[in-house]
Structure formats: structure tokens, C-alpha cells
């Protein structure tokens, strides 16, 4: 590598999405791309950089185990420790510690291997939300992260009604369409439980895992759960929503806030660059659609 060429960093970071409206910058709103750009374009002293993240959470969403990445001249890289001894990515997240609002943390900053993107190299994302709906178990200290439901759920009867659901598929029934975008992805996982140790002892909590999410997918896969654990649709009824490929006033989108991030998986190093090819041609159509709505509301996704 010469001096000339950019350093891709990889960052990882967590956040908590209550006062952010999403993860994409938009005009005249606080979201975590707008902090991290500005973090980052203040501690270079210049034009803030340019972000790509693994996935664009909507607004309200927390995320423990976000990935981005982002192109820094090698000069600014090497210099970033300063006189100090530490290496250039600990000395990063050392002074974006020191810009950045308390409601996002960069924990770590590393050179990113070769052919990594942190979008389209990620094998999936996987995601929890957390539900309660006992009153003595209701904490306003977790109201932010945690989904109040008055009625009791039925956690077995929503982890049936999900399986069905698993494996490549149209998710068009659940998802809030987008003209020119793909509504198919692989689920690879769904599960509900009621949690018996622990800090989410007591609560009804999904974990999720998928290749990709379109817009609203995961908040109304919820919302279908929520329908069957209360009794009110029949456990073979989130399948029907599926085949149907077509929204159902019955599974609403729930809140966001109690949906979270928790990670995103990568292949070895030595498929990054593969995988990033085949995922992008697959999402070309995807990216043309996010050009032409830059900074729409309705461009933030989960």
C-alpha cells in the first residue's frame, strides 16, 4: 500500500437510538451518520467523511454491535496517536470519545482486512426486541428499550407461528414497499422466548437473524407475533399473511424501541471481497432507489 491510498477503517459501535431519527443523515435532524461524520470531520479538521454502515436502523432503534466503515487518508491514520503510543485506530476512539454525544460510543477502530465493506460483506444481522407484559415487571428505568403489552403473550404460541416463515422468501407482506426494491430475504432465524435468568428474566424477547431487512420488516414480524400471543389471530395465521404478499391491517408495526441491534456477522477475510460483489449485484436495485430519496424520512430502515 502507497502512502497515497486511503486506510478503510472498520468501526464498531453502539448506540442508543431514542433521540436519534435513525441512522441516515438528514437535513435539520439529529441522527447517529450526522454524529459520526461530524465526530470524525472534527478531529480531522476538515470536510467530514463519508460513512457506510452495515445496516440503517430507523429512528428510536438502539444498536449494540453496529459496523461501519470509513476511507481515512493514510496520512491522518498515521498521525492520529499524535506523540502518544498508542496505535492509530485506539487513538481514534480515544479522541472521538471526546466529541461525540453520550448516546454513541465507537469502541473500536481497526484497519479493515482486504475486500471488506461493512454493508455488502456482511453475512447477517441479528437482532433482539424485548417485550413486557407483566405490571410488576414493568421498569420505567428500561422504558426506552423495552415494549409495554397490556395483554399477556403467549411466547410458545408466537415462536410456532414464526417458524413457518424461516428460509428464503417474499417479504413483501411485511415490509413497507419501496418502488424498484427487493422484498425477498433469507430469515434465517426467529425465536421467542420468556426469559428465566438473567436481566431480561420475566420478559418476552425475540432473536432474529437474517441475511438483510426491508424497511419495517422486523418491527411487523413483531407486530404478527404480538397478534398470535394475544389471542387474537390463529398461530397459522403469520403464514397466511406471507403467502398472501400483501399487507395486513393485523400485523402492525410496533414501536421501535424495543428493537436492538445486537450484531453483524462477516464471512473469513479471505471472502470478504467475493461476498461484497455478489451482495451488491444483488442490491444495485436497492442503492438506486437510496439515491433518489437521499434525506427522506422514509429512507431510514431497519
Not at 438502539?62 to 491514520?77: C, E, F, I
Not at 479522541?95 to 471488506?116: K, Y
Not at 426486541?129 to 411466547?155: C, G, H, Q, S, Y
Amino acid at each position: 500500500m502507497t502512502n497515497e491510498q486511503p486506510v478503510r477503517v472498520r468501526l464498531d459501535l453502539a448506540y442508543q437510538g431514542t433521540a436519534f431519527a435513525g441512522w441516515a443523515r438528514q437535513p435539520g435532524l439529529r441522527t447517529v451518520e450526522g454524529a459520526l461524520e461530524d465526530g470524525l470531520g472534527q478531529i480531522l479538521r476538515g470536510e467530514p467523511p463519508r460513512l457506510t454502515v452495515a445496516g440503517r436502523t430507523d429512528a428510536g432503534v438502539h444498536a449494540r454491535g453496529q459496523v461501519a466503515h470509513v476511507d481515512l487518508p493514510r496520512a491522518a491514520w498515521d498521525a492520529m496517536p499524535g506523540r502518544s503510543d498508542r496505535t492509530p485506530g485506539d487513538a481514534l476512539v480515544a479522541r472521538l470519545g471526546g466529541v461525540l454525544p453520550g448516546d454513541v460510543v465507537v469502541h473500536r477502530a481497526t484497519p479493515a482486512p482486504e475486500g471488506f465493506d461493512a454493508r455488502f460483506s456482511a453475512l447477517y444481522r441479528s437482532y433482539t426486541f424485548r417485550i413486557v407484559d407483566d405490571p410488576a415487571l414493568r421498569d420505567p428505568l428500561r422504558r426506552e428499550w423495552v415494549l409495554w403489552n397490556r395483554k399477556t403473550l403467549d411466547a410458545d404460541a408466537m415462536h410456532d407461528a414464526l417458524q413457518p416463515l424461516l428460509g428464503v422468501r417474499d417479504f413483501a407482506a411485511f415490509c413497507k414497499p419501496r418502488p424498484g426494491a427487493t422484498t425477498i430475504r433469507e430469515l434465517q432465524h426467529l425465536s421467542w422466548e420468556r426469559a428465566t435468568d438473567g436481566p431480561d428474566a420475566g420478559l418476552v424477547v425475540a432473536h432474529v437473524r437474517a441475511d438483510a431487512f426491508c424497511h419495517n420488516m422486523v418491527r411487523a414480524l413483531v407486530g404478527a407475533s404480538v397478534a398470535v400471543g394475544e389471542g387474537r389471530r390463529p398461530v397459522s395465521w403469520p403464514a397466511q399473511v406471507l403467502a398472501a404478499r400483501r399487507r395486513d391491517a393485523g400485523a402492525g408495526v410496533v414501536p421501535p424501541h424495543g428493537l436492538v441491534l445486537e450484531a453483524v456477522t462477516y464471512p473469513p477475510d479471505g471472502e470478504l471481497a467475493a461476498r461484497a460483489e455478489r451482495v451488491r449485484a444483488v442490491r444495485m436495485d436497492e442503492d438506486v432507489w437510496d439515491a433518489a430519496t437521499e434525506g427522506a424520512p422514509e429512507a431510514r430502515r431497519s
